[in-house]
């Protein structure tokens, strides 16, 4: 049978949807704003713009829109090639997918050692190791890494102050294996900016480099210092912030090393850029594209050719994502972070293990760290394409965005006089406290949520429990940036819920005076126990209460001190005020209500409103202060 010839329109003719019509921006927004006048939202205030009621404004200021077109694309070049936004390498990840890097910090050698070969023999390709006060002891080093084919895995250290003592350890262990100096990979992950940025002391920028600089000519392949952003990510700062630090500490050992006597080119090969990955995918994704750019730009100025401009990442999920309650919903903060990181380029990928902000992980959640990366790597395929964001208008502008930002910062670092000056100063760590105060405010107003935590917390969960991991350094001085989780003070209620728990039997309780027909009631009795259980308060349904004394009868069944009035705006017309008042007379100690503010209310007897938006932090600290006490 003969295959006929094929006559179709060839693909160069072909019109994509062309039996379809065009549509408009215009159009667009016509079908938006009729869809926000059905849900009660005055579209006219928008200004011929009901998009923008859909709009998001980052830490950083930046405006993220519910759609994008052609307008918003940016020029972002081709993989491996300046200005490097799509990648540094011209084939991306696709040969070898990034490399897998896995943290161990255990000061027990025995037990670091073990966890690394495990690592190293189910998919890991090189180790993270915390040294000195940050983990494994400098004069075990030798013996963490007894196992481990130091020609096929390379070892990056992170020693803080004991640089020094470290990098002779990581030596001797080469040495040890007969491999010559010219073998010798990884990065001895010196960072004094780093350090300086969580303890407050003055960073010393040039004995550094004077120390490292001599090891380089022998040794092509051994990175020598790290250009961190991660702490002033882990205090609270935005990703503009983070990114301007980070390329500022490079900028500083970029001169350092060159100051020592290395070449620039050299130099700038020498220096790896560590940032972090969170949840926020595209977030991730977009900063470590303008990362690159930002360091090509700076590159170019030093009068670097553009085969010496690529940077070389490594990203870690965040730390101050992580919670200790419901510990297990990190993995899938990890998995996002991770994804984003893999899809924005990092050459090097470290996910923490979901019980990290507990203490020293488990060999299961070690395994499900590594194993996360595996799956991307090779059931995903995340890593088989170059740049996959790349022309995406959202990630293009948003790139663009966080590049124009991170730039803003970096001159306003230089300015100061270089990273180590705006550390010094305060500069640094008053402008990520600004960034601290709002995002502060609207995790305590859960604008900014954390599944587990804030919302949706179980009351019922076990902690998990973990030997203690070494501790961060000790901020010493002003000026210093703390380490902060962003689930801190939620699960510090929780931890006083389990106190009172273990010392009288029962949590704090607060009674759900629950008026009217279920369907009156439910929506905001769920959003008021949801809240309530996000500080450690147990929530005591009543069932439906045909009024007010049926309320107050219930209350004083169930022996709270405390309730909340929960139904719909037209039951509460007609009976909030009375039931306030009778679960007052009822011994009710304070009564608060499910619903916006409102003076009428206040006036008859209703101490406080839970409400979304209202400050939830505040009152359940307040309501955990006084359900805590004495009668």
């Known amino acids: 049978m003969s295959v006929p010839e094929n006559t179709a329109t060839t693909p160069d003719a072909l019109a994509f949807a062309a039996e379809f019509p065009s549509a408009t921006k215009e159009q667009w927004r016509g079908l938006v704003a009729g869809v926000l006048r059905k849900s009660g939202m005055d579209v006219e205030e928008a200004g011929g713009a009901p998009e923008s009621l859909l709009a998001a404004t980052t830490y950083d200021g930046i405006v993220i829109q519910p759609l994008y077109d052609e307008g918003d694309d940016a020029e972002s070049g081709f993989p491996g090639t300046a200005p490097f936004t799509r990648g540094s390498r011209p084939q991306g990840s696709v040969t070898g997918g990034w490399d897998v890097r896995q943290r161990h910090a255990d000061p027990d050698a025995a037990a670091a050692r073990r966890a690394v070969l495990a690592d190293l023999e189910n998919g890991v390709t090189s180790v993270w190791l915390g040294v000195g006060a940050a983990g494994v002891p400098v004069d075990r080093i030798g013996e963490v890494l007894t196992d481990v084919h130091l020609d096929l895995a390379p070892v990056v250290l992170d020693a803080g102050a004991d640089f020094e003592a470290a990098t002779a350890a990581l030596l001797a262990a080469h040495a040890d294996q ?126 670097l050719a553009a085969e010496h401009r690529g940077a070389r990442q490594h990203a870690v999920t965040s730390a101050a994502m992580t919670t200790r309650r419901d510990p297990y919903v990190n993995m899938l903060r990890t998995t996002l972070a991770c994804f984003g ?43 088989r394409v170059i740049d996959p964001a790349g022309g995406s208008f959202y990630v293009e502008r948003l790139t663009a965005d966080l590049y124009e930002r991170g730039w803003a910062f970096l001159r306003e670092l230089e300015a100061a006089g270089g990273m180590a000056e705006a550390l010094a100063s305060g500069l640094v760590a008053e402008r990520v406290e600004e960034v601290w105060r709002e995002r502060g405010a609207n995790l305590a107003h859960r604008r900014d949520p954390l599944t587990g935590v804030s919302e949706f917390a179980d009351l019922d969960e076990r902690p998990l429990e973990r030997a203690a991991a070494p501790g961060a350094p000790v901020p010493t001085a002003p000026g210093a940036l703390p380490a902060r989780r962003y689930a801190a003070g939620y699960e510090a209620l929780r931890d006083r819920s389990d106190a009172v728990l273990a010392a009288t039997g029962a949590r704090p309780r607060v009674f759900l005076a629950t008026l009217g027909p279920v369907a009156a009631h439910t929506a905001r009795a769920t959003f008021a126990a949801n809240l309530f259980q996000a500080g450690g308060i147990e929530p005591l349904p009543g069932g439906p209460a045909a009024g007010p004394d049926d309320a107050a009868a219930a209350f004083t069944a169930s022996g709270a001190r405390v309730a909340c009035v929960c139904s719909g705006d037209k039951v509460y017309a007609e009976h909030a005020a009375a039931t306030a008042s009778a679960l007052r007379a009822a011994g009710a100690e304070r009564v608060l209500l499910a619903g916006r503010p409102s003076d009428d209310l206040a006036a008859a007897g209703v101490d406080d409103f839970v409400f979304a938006g209202c400050d939830a932090l505040t009152l359940l600290t307040e309501l955990s202060d006084f359900l805590g006490a004495a009668r």
């Open 178 to 303: 007969g491999l010559p100096d010219s073998a010798v990979s990884g990065s001895l992950g010196i960072d004094p900016l780093g350090l300086a940025a969580r303890t407050g002391e003055r960073a010393d920028t040039g004995a550094a480099a004077r120390f490292a600089a001599p090891l380089a000519a022998a040794r092509p392949n051994l990175r020598l210092l790290v250009a961190d952003g991660t702490p002033v990510h882990d205090a609270g700062g935005s990703e503009a912030q983070e990114l301007g630090a980070a390329i500022a500490s490079g900028i500083a050992y970029l001169r350092a090393l060159t100051d020592a006597g290395l070449d620039l080119a050299d130099a700038a090969a020498r220096i790896e850029f560590r940032l972090a990955a969170t949840a926020d995918q595209f977030m991730t994704i977009a900063k470590l594209r303008a990362a690159r750019a930002m360091w090509n730009r700076v590159a170019e100025v030093c009068g």
């Open 341 to 383: 990181a893999g899809v924005g380029g990092a050459d090097a990928v470290t996910v923490r293990p979901f019980d990290a902000a507990l203490g020293l992980p488990d060999a299961l959640a070690l395994r499900v760290a590594r194993n996360t990366q595996a799956l991307l790597l090779e059931e995903s395929h995340v890593a």
